[in-house]
T-cell receptor, first 114, second 113 residues
Framework: ETGVTQTPRHLVMGMTNKKSLKCEQH?????MYWYKQSAKKPLELMFV???????ENNSVPSRFSPECPNSSHLFLHLHTLQPEDSALYLC?????????????FGQGTRLTVV | GENVEQHPSTLSVQEGDSAVIKCTYS??????FPWYKQELGKRPQLIID?????GEKKDQRIAVTLNKTAKHFSLHITETQPEDSAVYFC????????????FGSGTQLTVLP
């Protein structure tokens, strides 16, 4: 296994709900990422954290709020989502935040907004 | 910024045949090109990568070629097997910067028995 664990694996939520996605890595990496994967689209980078500091935020709507309490854990807090936010949300980690090191992905959370 | 285009979006081959997936990139500064494989219901995993100081790299049945002048790179899978069926993503970045990977849109490869 890659050592990146995401919970929950599946989540169905209403547009007025608040929920959180959790990611944990046991690889000793310094960088963690949130990606959105929609059908037939490229992987979309949402947030990058390096040593618990956010280093990139790709114009993601404020209804997505990341949190990185330490270098091993990453959360994505969800609030008042829209149906078009339904997608697979992938967490990844790498040795550092520069794109030239291998990214290890979690298995993702399949999110459905109803 | 970088733009990566990937073709084809779907590809079906007979078992034992070869498969080729092509990607083009726009930023001439890009110098690191990984390929990820995502099996159905599983996480993307790195299968091979190439840096711009080489033109080709092989790992058993998988090879990647890079043409810096034309700004395109390709994944070649020989002697395909059913377990090669998956979605394959190419990506590109400038490894000397803090810029993150830009991914292609993916190719669904189906190997027919």
């Amino acid at each position: 296994e890659t050592g990146v664990t995401q919970t929950p694996r599946h989540l169905v939520m209403g547009m007025t709900n608040k929920k959180s996605l959790k990611c944990e890595q046991h690889l000793g990496h310094n960088a963690m990422y949130w990606y959105k994967q929609s059908a037939k689209k490229p992987l979309e980078l949402m947030f990058v954290y390096s040593l618990e500091e956010r280093v990139e935020n790709n114009s993601v709507p404020s209804r997505f709020s990341p949190e990185c309490p330490n270098s091993s854990h990453l959360f994505l807090h969800l609030h008042t989502l829209q149906p078009e936010d339904s997608a697979l949300y992938l967490c990844a980690s790498s040795q550092d935040y520069r794109g030239n090191t291998e990214a290890f992905f979690g298995q993702g959370t399949r999110l459905t907004v109803v | 910024g970088e733009n990566v285009e990937q073709h084809p979006s779907t590809l079906s081959v007979q078992e034992g045949d070869s498969a080729v997936i092509k990607c083009t990139y726009s930023d001439s500064a890009s110098n690191y090109f990984p390929w990820y494989k995502q099996e159905l219901g599983k996480r993307p995993q790195l299968i091979i990568d190439i840096r711009s100081n080489v033109g080709e790299k092989k790992d058993q049945r998988i090879a990647v070629t890079l043409n810096k002048t034309a700004k395109h790179f390709s994944l070649h899978i020989t002697e395909t097997q059913p377990e090669d069926s998956a979605v394959y993503f190419c990506a590109a970045t400038d490894s000397g910067s803090a810029r993150q990977l830009t991914f292609g849109s993916g190719t669904q490869l189906t190997v027919l028995p």
